[in-house]
């Protein structure tokens, strides 16, 4: 599957963003996909930011809970990333990824942000939060 990302942007400290990730394929197969977003900032390892299996669970690293919000909608197949309060520590380049084919990659990827169960990316979009 393909993705495209839109979104990001530069925005003072406290303000809010919306990232969308478009996806070539269905969005809403039960059994074996789930997407997410990824963030890596310079000289930092690319870590998790929230992910969503098909049945809609959802999981946030602590950091972004409250503030971030993912959601999806399937008959756009789009993947949305809502992001509100930001601080200049979300500074980060910020990637949507897809696993499709395995329950078992979903259950890593999206409970425990194993960024490497994805197989499918999209281009990073850059984020800047200035303080």
């Known amino acids: 599957v393909q993705l495209v990302p839109s979104g990001g942007g530069s925005v003072p400290a406290g303000g809010s963003l919306r990232s969308s990730c478009e996806s070539s394929?269905?969005?809403?197969?039960?059994?074996?996909?789930?997407m997410g977003w990824f963030r890596q900032a310079p000289a930092n390892e690319r870590e998790g930011v929230a992910t969503?299996?098909?049945?809609?669970?959802?999981t946030y690293v602590d950091a972004v809970k409250g503030r971030f919000t993912i959601s999806k909608d399937n008959a756009k197949r789009i993947l949305y990333l809502q992001m509100n309060n930001l601080q200049p520590e979300d500074r980060a380049i910020y990637y949507c990824?897809?696993?499709?084919?395995?329950?078992?990659?979903?259950?890593?990827?999206?409970?425990?942000?194993?960024?490497?169960?994805?197989?499918?990316w999209g281009q990073g979009t850059q984020v800047t939060v200035s303080s």
């Open positions: 969503m299996n098909a049945d809609d669970p959802t």
């Open positions: 990824g897809a696993s499709i084919g395995s329950n078992h990659d979903c259950w890593y990827g999206t409970l425990y942000f194993e960024w490497r169960r994805f197989g499918s």
């Open positions: 394929g269905p969005i809403d197969d039960k059994n074996r996909f789930c």
